[in-house]
């Protein structure tokens, strides 16, 4: 059996490493704290699942969904878009439905970039944009993130000329950084300058912790090469309904459906006539982020108590730890001793040593017994006082 090379010569997925983890864990002790995934664990809202019970009808059942998507779920992206963000997009020309976010995040180099083009990222990052760059076999121009940086790439590192698309991650898994509107102005221009294709996930833009919400490459003023990802995986805790979108330049958004014809990804009706409803619905999303707070306090509070540091921004749907000593394998080993799954900095690319990434998706109840782990798992051990002499 001949095997594509790019995908022989694939790296591991690290969420299938962690699930390994996960396995022994479970079997050893039976239970097990799990902050390694991103994955929302509250019960979808009672609204929500009428909705998606109301969208099973026969048509949407037999027919075949059309690549453009429904004009109705077109159009309820694009009230969300201008709700939000204040961003006016042509629903017809500008936004394409998607199965969740990872769809065209993975087929964007398939289309984009010619044999002899790079694709421009960053590490630690989100996998799917690497690797679905190396199985289309394209090379890419790593640029490698600190917290010196703020987490956030340097414009001036981007070998502009060579890439065709140059990615970022707003905000930013892992870490939780926000990138500017300025950075995200002057990332647009020298895309466009190059010939290079802006391409953004934003699909934690729901989830921030400070006073400033995150801005949206969709607001620039010039939208030219530049296309935005967001799914309501994240938003609003649908993971298993697998509805996202694309949307920006029009004519990005007209490659990307053309596609549809020969992969055949358009998301099924019954999904795209639930998802106008929840797009159209922000209520959920506030109440929330409001739980992600305080979960995510929870775990900061802890994490300073037992030495390390927050070493991330305050957006998205992780808290990002820089560990004494920098043995970020060692720290993940401790805490699983103690049942509480994590991911190692390491695992997620270069720049990711010395780190730890922790969910806050689990229930509230589960969170605030991690945070008691990670200061039990973390505490010097009692000096035994001498024994008295007789």
């Not at 199985?135 to 070998?159: H, K, N």
Request: hydrophobic share 45%.
């Amino acid at each position: 059996m001949r095997l594509n090379p790019a995908i022989a010569e694939s790296p591991e997925y690290p969420l299938h490493r962690v699930a390994e983890f996960r396995r022994q864990a479970l079997t050893r002790s039976g239970d097990l704290i799990d902050l390694s995934l991103g994955q929302p664990t509250e019960p979808v809202p009672a609204g929500i699942r009428a909705a998606i019970a109301a969208a099973i009808d026969p048509a949407s059942l037999s027919l075949y969904p059309q690549p453009g998507g429904t004009a109705e779920l077109r159009e309820a992206i694009a009230g969300w878009l201008r709700r939000r963000f204040g961003a006016a997009v042509d629903p017809e020309r500008e936004v394409l439905p998607t199965l969740g976010a990872k769809e065209p995040i993975a087929t964007l180099a398939r289309i984009f970039a010619g044999p002899a083009d790079r694709i421009s990222l960053a590490t630690p990052s989100y996998p799917v944009a690497e690797r679905s760059a190396r199985l289309a076999g394209r090379d890419v121009a790593t640029q490698v993130l600190s917290s010196a940086g703020a987490w956030l790439p340097d414009p001036e590192a981007i070998p502009w000329g060579d890439v065709s698309v140059v990615w970022l991650v707003n905000p930013h898994n892992p870490t939780g950084a926000v990138a500017s509107p300025d950075l995200l102005a002057e990332l647009a221009e020298r895309c466009r300058g190059s010939g290079a294709i802006f391409a953004v996930d934003e699909t934690y833009s729901e989830f921030w912790f400070a006073a400033a919400a995150p801005s949206s490459a969709l607001e620039l003023e010039n939208r030219g090469g530049v296309v935005v990802f967001n799914s309501l995986s994240k938003r609003s805790g649908l993971a298993g309904l697998r509805s996202g979108f694309a949307a920006g330049d029009a004519r990005i958004i007209a490659r990307l459906r053309e596609l549809r014809r020969d992969v055949g990804t358009t998301p099924p009706a019954l999904v795209q006539r639930a998802s106008a409803v929840v797009w159209e619905d922000d209520e959920h999303v506030a109440v929330a982020r409001e739980r992600y707070s305080l979960r995510r306090r929870l775990l900061v509070e802890a994490a300073h108590r037992s030495g390390f540091e927050c070493a991330g921004g305050d957006a998205g749907l992780f808290v990002w730890l820089a560990v004494p000593g920098g043995e970020d394998e060692a720290a993940f080993e401790a805490l699983l001793e103690h049942s509480l799954l994590t991911i190692p900095g390491s695992w997620l690319g270069a720049g990711g040593e010395g780190h730890l990434r922790l969910s806050i998706t689990p229930a509230t109840d589960r969170v605030a017994a991690a945070a008691r782990i990670v200061e039990d798992a973390t505490r010097p051990p009692r000096e035994t006082a001498p024994a008295r002499q007789a």
